[in-house]
C-alpha cells in the first residue's frame, strides 16, 4: 500500500485524546507510543459496550450472560491468532503483559514439576540474551540462572546499535537451552536479524524466543515465517488496552511445559494432594482473566489490520525517515541507534549535551505539550553500554505527523536556549 | 509558560557553575545515594569540626539540574555553618519539598534554597530536589555517630 492510501487526518479523527488540550491551552503532540500506545474509539467502544451489555466471568458461567462472555473472550483469542499468523488458536496464550510471558517461559526452565528434556537446567546450561534487552528480557533469565545455577550470556551490541553477530558461533554453543532477544529494541529502533540467531539456535539446539513488544504493534509480525519458538507482547503498545497480553509458543513446546500459576480455570481435575492441568492454552491462565482487556485487544487487532499493518510500517518509516533528518539540524544532538532506516522501527533516543533527559522531557512537556519518554527507558544496561545515564526518546506511531516532529525540533531548541 | 516556576534563574546559575563540586579530604563520612526512577546519584562527603561546625562538604553526582543544582545550593549553605542550624534548613526544605505546592517557605531560614519552591508542584521532580539534601542528612548521622 502506498503511503497516498494512509491518511493519517482521518487516523487521527479515530483517537478521541488525539484532539484533547492540555492545560494552559497546549495542544498535545504525543511521541511516546513505544511506552504506551493511545486507544481509538472502536476499542473504547468495544470495551464500553461489553461492560455494559455482555460482562460475565467466562469458562464456567451457565447463563446467556457467561456464554456471551466467554464467545467474546474467546474470538478475541482467534482474532490474536490471525493478527500473528498462529498456525493454530490454542498457541494463543492471554497472559497480562509481555514481562508476564517472559517470566512464564523462564519458569519452564530447571521446573522439576516438568519433565521435558529441552526445558532441564542446571549448572553448565547457558541461557542468551542481549545487552539492549528491556528489563523484563533481562531479569526473568537472572533469576532462573539464580535458581538453576546456569550461566547467563549476552549478545553485545556495536556503536550503531545493532545486535553484534561477531562472536555468535562462541556464543550460541551445545551448551546453549534459550536465546532470548527483543524483535526489536525499545531504545535503539533497531530491529534484530531474527533468522540468523535462530539458524545459529537450530544448529545447537537451543530454543529461540522474542520479545516482540515493539514489533507487533508496528510491523506485519507472522510468527509461523519467522520460525521462533516463543513470542511475547502486550496489548496496551498496539492501540489495546493495558492488563492484557500475548504469549504465542509453539503448541508442543506449550504442552511440554509445566503450569505457571496455580489456580482456577487451569485444572482438568483436583485433588486434595495434586492436580491434572488443562490442556494449553487455558493451562496457562490460571484465575479470572483481564476479559474484557482481552475482548479489547481483539478490537485492537482487527483495528491495526483494518488500516493495514504495510501501510502503518510505511508510514512510519516516513516519519523516521524524516525526524532523523530534521533532528540532525539540532545542534550536539546525537542519535542513540541506527542513523538510518533500514532495518529499524519508528523510536528515536537521543542525547544533547550537557542537558539532562529529565529537564529536556519537562519543558517538552509544559512548554509545548509534547509527551517525550526521559530516562533509561527500563534498559538500563544498554545505557551503560553507551556510557550515557540516560536519553530522551521519542517514540511514532500511525497518528503521528511530520508537524509533530517538527514541534519536536522546535521544541528542542527552546531547550536549549533556557540551558545555554 | 509553566516551567519557567520550576526552572528559576538561580537553579539554571548552580547547575552550569556548580559550587563546591568534586571529593576532597578529609572527611568523617561519606555516603552514596540513588534515585532509582531516574537514575540521579551523588556521592557526598562531610568533615566536621570543633562545637558541631561543618567544616566542609564535598560531593560529586550526576543527573538533571534540579537534582544538581540542589547539591550545589546545599553546599553554599552548609559549609561554615553549624550540623544544628543546617539540620533545620534540611528539614525547613523537606517540607517546603514535601508540600505539594501549598507551603509558604520560610525565605530566611532556606535563603537561596528557596527558589526550589516551584519544583513542589512537581510530584515526579521533588526526589530530584530532595536527592542531596537526604544524602547531606544521612553523612550527617554517619559521622557524628
Redesign the interface.
Known amino acids: 500500500m502506498t503511503s497516498a492510501a494512509f491518511d493519517v487526518e482521518r487516523i487521527r479523527k479515530d483517537f478521541p485524546i488525539l484532539s484533547r488540550e492540555l492545560p494552559g491551552g497546549r495542544p498535545l503532540v504525543y511521541l511516546d507510543s513505544g511506552n504506551s500506545s493511545q486507544k481509538p474509539a472502536q476499542v473504547i467502544e468495544t470495551m464500553r459496550e461489553h461492560f455494559a451489555q455482555h460482562y460475565s466471568n467466562v469458562g464456567r458461567a451457565m447463563h446467556a450472560l457467561g456464554s456471551e462472555s466467554t464467545e467474546a473472550f474467546e474470538t478475541a483469542r482467534d482474532k490474536l491468532a490471525d493478527f500473528i499468523g498462529a498456525p493454530s488458536r490454542d498457541e494463543v496464550v492471554f497472559t497480562k503483559n509481555a514481562s508476564e510471558g517472559l517470566n512464564l517461559v523462564a519458569y519452564a526452565f530447571g521446573n522439576p514439576a516438568g519433565e521435558d528434556p529441552r526445558f532441564r537446567m542446571g549448572p553448565g546450561d547457558e541461557i542468551v540474551i542481549s545487552e539492549m534487552e528491556h528489563h523484563s528480557n533481562i531479569v526473568p533469565w537472572q533469576l532462573l540462572a539464580r535458581r538453576t545455577g546456569a550461566t547467563l550470556r549476552w549478545f553485545p551490541v556495536t556503536d550503531e546499535g545493532r545486535l553484534d553477530l561477531s562472536g555468535i558461533g562462541d556464543l550460541v554453543n551445545e551448551r546453549t537451552k534459550i536465546v532470548s532477544i527483543a524483535h526489536q529494541s525499545n531504545v535503539l529502533g533497531t530491529v534484530n536479524p531474527v533468522a540468523a540467531v535462530l539458524a545459529r539456535a537450530r544448529e545447537v539446539g537451543a530454543l529461540m524466543m522474542l520479545d516482540a513488544s515493539q514489533s507487533v504493534p508496528h510491523h506485519p509480525v507472522d510468527v509461523a515465517a519467522l520460525g521462533v519458538d516463543f513470542v511475547a507482547f502486550t496489548g496496551h503498545k498496539m492501540v489495546g488496552p493495558s492488563g492484557i497480553g500475548v504469549l504465542w509458543g509453539r503448541g508442543e513446546l506449550l504442552e511440554a511445559m509445566p503450569p505457571f500459576l496455580g489456580g482456577g480455570e487451569m485444572i482438568e481435575a483436583v485433588w486434595m494432594d495434586h492436580s491434572t492441568y488443562a490442556p494449553p492454552p487455558h493451562k496457562f491462565e490460571a484465575g479470572t482473566p483481564p476479559i474484557v482487556e482481552a475482548i479489547g485487544l481483539g478490537a485492537a487487532a482487527d483495528y491495526l489490520t483494518s488500516v493495514g499493518l504495510e501501510a502503518v510500517e510505511a508510514h512510519e518509516r516516513e516519519l523516521t525517515a524524516y525526524a532523523l533528518d530534521a533532528l540532525r539540524e539540532v545542534p550536539t544532538l546525537r542519535v542513540i541507534g541506527p542513523g538510518d532506516t533500514h532495518e529499524r522501527g519508528a523510536t528515536v533516543s537521543f542525547t544533547l549535551d550537557g542537558i539532562h533527559p529529565h529537564d529536556v522531557g519537562q519543558i517538552l512537556d509544559d512548554a509545548f505539550g509534547i509527551a517525550v519518554r526521559v530516562g533509561h527507558h527500563c534498559a538500563r544496561p544498554l545505557h551503560l553500554r553507551f556510557g550515557i545515564p540516560a536519553t530522551t526518546r521519542a517514540s511514532f506511531y500511525l497518528y503521528n505527523t511530520t508537524s509533530e516532529i517538527d514541534a519536536l525540533v522546535r521544541g528542542l531548541h527552546h531547550v536549549q536556549k533556557v540551558f545555554s | 509558560?509553566?516551567?519557567e516556576s520550576?526552572?528559576q534563574e538561580l537553579i539554571?546559575e548552580h547547575?552550569?557553575h556548580p559550587q563546591g563540586r568534586g571529593l576532597r579530604e578529609p572527611f568523617d563520612a561519606e555516603v552514596h545515594h540513588v534515585n532509582p526512577?531516574?537514575?540521579?546519584e551523588i556521592t557526598m562527603r562531610v568533615k566536621l569540626g570543633d562545637g558541631g561546625k561543618v567544616e566542609d562538604v564535598s560531593y560529586d553526582g550526576?543527573?538533571?539540574?534540579?537534582s544538581?543544582a540542589a547539591a550545589s545550593v546545599l553546599y553554599e549553605l552548609a559549609s561554615g555553618s553549624s550540623v544544628e542550624e543546617t539540620l533545620g534548613v534540611v528539614d525547613e526544605f523537606t517540607r517546603l519539598l514535601q508540600g505539594r505546592g501549598q507551603v509558604e517557605p520560610d525565605e530566611d531560614v532556606l535563603g537561596d534554597a528557596v527558589a526550589f519552591a516551584g519544583v513542589a508542584k512537581?510530584p515526579a521532580?521533588v526526589k530530584?530536589a530532595l536527592l542531596a539534601w537526604m544524602a547531606y542528612k544521612d553523612a550527617l548521622v554517619r559521622s557524628t555517630a
Open positions: 509558560m509553566i516551567t520550576m526552572y539554571l547547575y552550569k526512577t531516574c537514575g540521579d550526576q543527573g538533571c539540574s534540579i544538581q512537581y521532580r530530584c
